[in-house]
């Protein structure tokens, strides 16, 4: 059996088995089209799996205990759910970007890096930064509730360096759209940096 199944009770008949694509490929799925179904699954079963019982509270031990280990100050990244739609997740952009470069620098970079959207390709950013300067060159997730507006990610430069960035927009009286508009011109300008 797989680390983290249940054990069949020996007096049931199976009915289906569904083998699962590999994680990463769930969470490219997750993070590229912002499935927040998803998120909240992947979220309670690490619990699951690392610890024999699925939950929130048992995953933000984990949460803080990777974060610790990535040297993040716990205080400052406060995820509330998976998904990122409870009013209770805090974190600042400083604290999104430091999570970003110990992301860069973890062993599962490019499976992270890869989960992103693409700016002008691929999920969330399919319709955005379509232009020479970002297009292909930003890769980020998208961030969105009533009133807030956010985008953090990965900006490259054409010549090769790579910038992180988190535009967290709160309390948005304006349209979301012209947030969004704002945050790609802030992306084009990383992308334009010689």
Known sequence: TRKGALERPTTSNVLAVYISPPMAEIVRTMMKHSNNHFAE???????AIKMGRGGYSQTRVLEQDFLRRCGLPVSELRA??????SRLNNVSPASVCSLLVAMHRHPAAKEFFDSLAVG??????????????????????????ANVVCLSGYADTKSGRRFAFSFLVNNVKTSPDSIKNAQDRLCELLCRVE
């Open 41 to 47: 699954q992947i979220y309670v079963s690490i619990s």
């Open 80 to 85: 509330e759910d998976g998904s990122g739609l």
């Open 120 to 145: 002008g390709l691929d999920g969330t950013l399919r319709g955005r930064m379509r232009n020479e300067t970002t297009l292909a060159r930003v890769h980020a997730k998208t961030g969105y509730i």
